[in-house]
């Protein structure tokens, strides 16, 4: 195993009672590149390439997580770690105004893992506001040549630590296999593309 880590700031989770909650997970699947991911059932899905999930009308802040997964053109190995992670850091810090604050790289068996969480100025207005600043934690996998990334975005501040622990879960759910196995017994089916719930219910927890 390799584990690559420049930790750069630190930040303060929300008490539990400001904390997001939901009622169970669904399974978001891509069948092509076969990789699956649970997301809260209340979440709603913009399917396409990119796929969008949006976070609940209803939600006292907004964000926004971006699931994109794509054929490399030759296999990733445990050997490509510090590559993959400079190279990556390298595309964030050409984005306007990027501050890069944690950058985060692994590597266990066949599976890499690099992420990075930065803030940045948007281009365009957001919500009214001319000069916002968002956060974003990125993360992409690499399992031999599929790439699975997924970026979590919110208003730098309040409204991105009401979500973190929304998206701790997220990152960690994310997997190179069929979740809905976990039900079914079937892995990959493709009869039946209607959601599926799985999991317990309870609040998002780091």
Same mark, same amino acid.
């Given at each position: 195993?390799?584990?690559?880590?420049?930790?750069?700031?630190?930040?303060?989770?929300?008490?539990? $009672?400001?904390?997001?909650? *939901?009622?169970? *997970?669904?399974?978001?699947?891509?069948?092509?590149?076969?990789?699956?991911?649970?997301? /809260?059932?209340?979440? $709603?899905?913009?399917?396409?390439? !990119?796929?969008?999930?949006?976070? /609940?009308?209803?939600?006292?802040?907004?964000?926004?997580?971006?699931?994109?997964? $794509?054929?490399? /053109?030759?296999?990733?190995?445990?050997?490509?770690?510090?590559?993959?992670?400079?190279?990556?850091?390298?595309?964030?810090?050409?984005?306007?105004?990027?501050?890069?604050?944690?950058?985060?790289?692994?590597?266990?068996?066949?599976?890499?893992?690099?992420?990075?969480?930065?803030?940045?100025?948007?281009?365009? !207005?957001?919500?009214?506001?001319?000069?916002?600043?968002?956060?974003?934690?990125?993360?992409?996998?690499?399992?031999?040549?599929?790439?699975? $990334?997924?970026?979590?975005?919110? *208003?730098?501040?309040?409204? @991105?630590?009401?979500?973190? !622990?929304? *998206?701790?879960?997220?990152?960690?759910?994310?997997? @190179?296999?069929?979740?809905?196995?976990?039900?079914?017994?079937?892995?990959?089916?493709?009869?039946?593309?209607? /959601?599926?719930?799985?999991? !317990?219910?309870?609040?998002?927890?780091?």
């Amino acid at each position: 195993m390799q584990r690559l880590i420049d930790p750069g700031g630190t930040w303060a989770s929300p008490p539990p $009672s400001l904390r997001p909650s *939901f009622t169970g *997970f669904l399974v978001w699947r891509d069948l092509e590149h076969k990789v699956s991911i649970l997301y /809260p059932r209340e979440w $709603s899905v913009q399917e396409g390439n !990119p796929t969008f999930l949006h976070t /609940p009308d209803g939600a006292p802040f907004r964000a926004t997580v971006t699931l994109r997964a $794509s054929r490399l /053109p030759a296999a990733a190995e445990p050997g490509d770690l510090e590559v993959l992670r400079d190279a990556l850091s390298g595309g964030v810090a050409t984005i306007r105004g990027a501050l890069i604050e944690r950058v985060d790289a692994e590597a266990v068996a066949s599976l890499i893992d690099v992420e990075i969480e930065h803030t940045y100025d948007a281009d365009t !207005p957001v919500d009214g506001a001319e000069h916002a600043r968002w956060r974003r934690w990125l993360c992409v996998m690499y399992q031999r040549d599929v790439q699975f $990334s997924i970026s979590a975005e919110a *208003f730098d501040g309040e409204a @991105f630590e009401y979500w973190r !622990p929304a *998206f701790v879960s997220l990152m960690r759910m994310a997997i @190179f296999a069929d979740w809905t196995a976990e039900v079914t017994g079937r892995s990959w089916e493709t009869h039946d593309l209607a /959601p599926v719930e799985i999991g !317990p219910q309870g609040e998002a927890t780091e």
